[in-house]
């Protein structure tokens, strides 16, 4: 039985369910120590007190976490490629509860974890009740499943990320991908150029405030995510989005005398040059300061998006050996979809984000016409010169992680109309105003396999799933959770299990999330068309 014929308030959805006749009663729920698992029960109990209030004691007959092989019937092989690197870690479960108890098996703690998450869910829903006797099997159809967030624009401290990790660890995703710099300010410390942080780091978008992580912090965000089966992934944008760059060593400019409207609105036009000065060293000292401090990631993201001024050839010549300094450093490449315009090596992966009829709507339409001329001309050039990358890259052998901009930037406006009133204003004021709205539903009825450009050879490069989240009109935390919830679940859905769902099972599998929100206080827009408020006693 599949999970389809199953309402089960649990997201993403589980791939395999049975329900049997039985409940088991919360009140007899405990936890037994003395396993090989152990800290995962203590985590589990603490997110359950913070979900829900309750305390979950220690005693005989608790979960029971056992290691052993899920029975794959029915489940996917999990495809494409993990942040950490890892090639063994298997995050399948199965999950029992009956009128006796509950048991967890698992080929690995990962798993387990996963197992403990759905359960963390079904007791969220449940309030207090009981939980329905039920044998679910699990797997992911992804790796990497992740968020990407923008902290340039607007600084988010170590404390709002440790609620976006909460976030994501909620809905199974793997992956924090943090955009550290860019024209509006520089987070990342590097011990060799202290004015990238010190004055670098002061600016965001509107005079919002500025800030950086110091190594110390990003160890504490990288031990925090790694207990939650996260990876933060860094990513130094280059060679465009650098004017934070050359505020703090106006040096490494090559063209320091330019001046332009676009650059006074904050969209400027400018890049690095290879050949420019102690650029070479600067590459260097940052991509090193980047694998030291994200030390769970294999991966390092060299941006590569957008390098507006600068032509094709330079711009693959620095892209590849930008490439090469992150591979001497032990790491692999990640970039930008652009990046494929220069020569990849394998175990590249590539960034999906501009879909080729989108683009093309984009630059036929009115809606760059909002942008300063000189922007609107080069984002026109860039769009168009989209619809080869994805098949360039494939070819050469890279991966794909899909983050089409139709499906999972959060930064569009939402399109659907609010519950509460109140929520009109901050949903007519977030989200960039040249994209279109896009709906719930639009976030999680679509098939990434589908999508993808190119070949039915090419849907074989997927890596993975990326939701993006960029912060030019987020102006705190509230208007950063209000952009992610309730959205975060429908591309976990999508990075879990990639063929589409019937809306109507996974509106009402949403409308049981708000409970932990609210539980958690977290801030979440009130989309209409769902039952945010009926209570669930499954």
């Not at 985590?43 to 979950?56: C, K, N, P, Y």
């Not at 941006?303 to 711009?315: K, L, R, V």
Request: proline share 6%; charged share 25%.
């Amino acid at each position: 039985m599949n999970a389809a014929s199953v309402a089960l308030p649990v997201l993403p959805r589980p791939r395999v369910v049975s329900a049997s006749a039985g409940e088991f009663p919360l009140e007899r729920l405990r936890i037994s120590r003395g396993g090989q698992w152990d800290h995962l029960l203590d985590h589990f109990a603490s997110e359950v007190l913070l979900d829900t209030g309750r305390t979950i004691e220690s005693g005989v007959d608790g979960i029971r976490l056992e290691r052993g092989v899920v029975v794959r019937d029915d489940l996917p092989f999990t495809e494409g490629v993990r942040a950490d690197g890892a090639h063994d870690t298997d995050e399948s479960y199965q999950l029992t509860i009956s009128s006796r108890g509950v048991r967890i098996l698992a080929p690995c703690e990962e798993g387990a974890f996963r197992g403990l998450t759905t359960l963390r869910q079904l007791i969220a829903a449940a309030r207090g009740a009981k939980l329905p006797a039920v044998d679910i099997r699990d797997a992911p159809l992804y790796h990497w499943r992740g968020l990407s967030l923008d902290v340039s624009r607007t600084f988010h401290g170590p404390e709002t990320l440790r609620r976006v990790i909460d976030m994501a660890s909620l809905y199974k995703l793997n992956v924090l991908h943090l955009h550290l710099t860019d024209d509006q300010g520089w987070r990342l410390e590097v011990p060799e150029w202290p004015l990238l942080t010190s004055v670098g780091g002061q600016g965001a978008v509107d005079d919002r405030p500025g800030g950086w992580y110091s190594a110390a912090e990003v160890s504490e965000l990288v031990a925090y995510a790694a207990e939650r089966f996260v990876t933060l992934v860094p990513e130094i944008d280059v060679p465009g989005h650098v004017q934070a760059i050359f505020h703090a060593y106006p040096e490494l400019d090559p063209h320091s005398d330019r001046g332009s409207k676009a650059a006074a609105l904050g969209f400027a036009i400018g890049t690095l040059d290879l050949d420019h000065g102690d650029t070479g060293r600067l590459l260097e000292d940052v991509f090193r300061a980047a694998a030291d401090q994200f030390t769970t990631s294999s991966y390092l993201h060299l941006g590569g998006d957008e390098a507006f001024g600068m032509s094709e050839s330079a711009h693959a010549a620095f892209v590849e050996r930008t490439a090469e300094i992150v591979r001497g450093l032990g790491k692999l490449p990640v970039g930008w979809q652009e990046t494929a315009r220069g020569r990849l090596q394998a175990g590249h992966l590539v960034q999906y984000w501009m879909e080729p009829r989108e683009a093309a709507r984009l630059t036929e339409s009115d809606a760059l016409g909002q942008l300063p001329p000189e922007v609107a001309a080069v984002l026109a050039e860039n769009m168009l010169a989209a619809a080869s990358d994805v098949p360039r890259a494939c070819a050469q052998g890279a991966g794909v992680i899909m983050s089409p901009f139709t499906r999972l930037y959060f930064d569009r406006p939402h399109g659907d109309a609010a519950q509460d009133p109140a929520q009109e204003e901050p949903r007519s004021r977030l989200g960039l105003p040249f994209y279109s709205p896009s709906t719930l539903r639009d976030g999680v009825d679509w098939d990434p396999r589908k999508e993808l450009p190119g070949t039915e050879a090419d849907r074989g490069a997927i890596a993975g799933i990326e939701a993006a989240l960029w912060c030019e009109t987020v102006r705190d935390r509230d208007d950063l959770e209000f952009l992610l919830l309730p959205r975060l679940p429908g591309a976990a859905e999508r990075a879990w299990a990639s063929a589409g769902h019937e809306w109507d099972a996974y509106r009402l599998s949403l409308a049981s999330q708000s409970h932990v929100w609210r539980a958690r206080e977290w801030n979440w827009f009130r989309a209409a068309g769902i039952d945010w408020d009926k209570e669930s006693n499954q």
